[in-house]
């Protein structure tokens, strides 16, 4: 079973940056979409952002577009998510998902998410 891993949450003031880290442990990630997602306190889950298992394809959502940033290092197994510029309406546990396809664009579904990392943009 693929186990999806986060890291690198944390606190960070409005105005601030983070980065999130994605690996799967044991299983070569050079397969595999990974798409970024977050979840708010009385909100539904956002795709924030998606990036193909070649890194050619990336996609962001509107509310993400020009201050996040994903990229991905095959060789050492990692999908980042730079956050730059982060503001209170970034609060959320971010989630990195995984689902092996050669699509040519982000799959509609997921089959293995991370357990999230909390951010919390606050001063």
């Known amino acids: 079973q693929l186990q999806v891993v986060e890291s690198g949450g944390g606190l960070v003031d409005p105005g601030g940056s983070l980065k999130l880290s994605c690996t799967t442990p044991g299983y070569n990630l050079k397969y595999y979409y990974i798409g970024w997602f977050r979840q708010a306190p009385g909100k539904e889950r956002e795709k924030i952002s998606c990036?193909?298992?070649?890194?050619?394809?990336?996609d962001y959502a509107d509310s993400v577009k020009g201050r996040f940033f994903v990229a991905r290092d095959n060789a050492k197994n990692t999908v980042s998510l730079q956050m730059d510029n982060l503001k209170a309406e970034d609060t959320a546990v971010y989630y990195c998902a995984a689902r092996r396809s050669y699509a040519s664009s982000c799959p509609p579904k997921f089959d293995f998410w991370g357990q999230g990392t909390q951010v919390t943009v606050s001063s």
């Open positions: 990036i193909s298992n070649s890194g050619l394809y990336i």
